[in-house]
């Protein structure tokens, strides 16, 4: 090659050619990061996936790292993203479960909902008003359903994901990584195979209300944040509505609810 060519293709005169790159995205995901040292290498890996980050109305106000995203440090200066909780009923109306895998490195080892991520900053699931997040939230849990608890797509249509509400919650991990997120609370009726992902799911249970309700009494499990207060406030008044068919009351709630 031609030192005219080299010339021609330096750092800055590709950004200044093509203004659509994000200088940061390299930056971000360099080898080198004291923050992620000594954790599983997938997941450290996961941890460069893109995040859509909001203000507090939900809008969306650009995008970040999970890293940057589940740092306390940001979280304390207020950054906040876009997530969603699937919690996934049997035909008998049990509630699937899963215990975060030992490799998490935020919540290792926690039981919590059947599952618990974010959407993508990508065109098919972001979105700037509510009928369209809730349709990229729905894209997102069916892509992570498959990746943590191998459910395959055609077993959970996007069109069985009901809308309920959204939360707005705080909580640390430890004292470096926590959630500071809106996220879009999600039920779907199904009955699936599963074919769990052990870098993420360590085990599953399928549980009634009555079930659940003995689990936390069990002061040797733990239970992360966000299924706790869905728990403490809202998930048994809607599971008996599940089990009478009258859930219909409490679908898209359009107003965010508060819980820091």
């Known amino acids: 090659m031609s030192s005219t060519v080299m010339a021609m293709t330096t750092a800055n005169s590709i950004l200044q050619l093509f203004p659509e790159i994000d200088p940061e995205l390299a930056a971000s995901t360099a080898p080198a990061d004291a ?33 940057a995203c589940h740092l306390m440090k940001n979280i304390d200066q207020g950054l906040l993203h876009r997530a969603f909780s699937v919690f996934l009923f049997d035909s008998q109306n049990r509630l699937l479960l899963q215990q975060r895998a030992s490799e998490k ?41 498959n990746h943590e608890l191998g459910i395959k797509p055609e077993q959970v ?3 069985d994901f009901e809308f309920l509400t959204r ?30 992902n052990e870098n993420e799911v360590r085990d599953t249970r399928y549980v ?29 008044e809607w599971w008996k509505h599940l089990e009478d068919g009258t859930l219909d009351k409490y679908k898209h709630e359009r107003e965010i609810r508060r819980m820091l």
């Open 208 to 236: 009634s209300a009555e079930d659940l309700k003995s689990m936390f009494t069990n002061h040797e499990l733990r239970f992360t944040p966000w299924f706790q207060l869905i728990c403490d406030t809202m998930l048994f």
């Open 105 to 145: 490195i935020t919540f290792p080892d926690m039981w919590t909902n059947t599952c618990c991520s974010h959407p993508l900053g990508t065109s098919g699931e972001a979105g700037s008003d509510l009928e369209s997040s809730i349709q990229g939230v729905r894209r997102a849990a069916q892509r992570k359903l």
């Open 157 to 159: 249509p996007l069109e």
């Open 167 to 196: 939360i707005h919650y705080k909580a640390p991990s430890d004292e470096k990584w926590g959630e500071h997120e809106i996220d879009y609370i999600l039920f779907v009726k199904a009955n699936i195979d599963l074919k769990t």
């Open 35 to 67: 923050d992620l040292a000594g954790y599983d290498a997938e997941q450290v890996r996961l941890m460069e996936e893109v995040c859509i980050v909001l203000d507090k109305e939900d809008n969306p106000i650009g995008s970040a790292s999970k890293k």
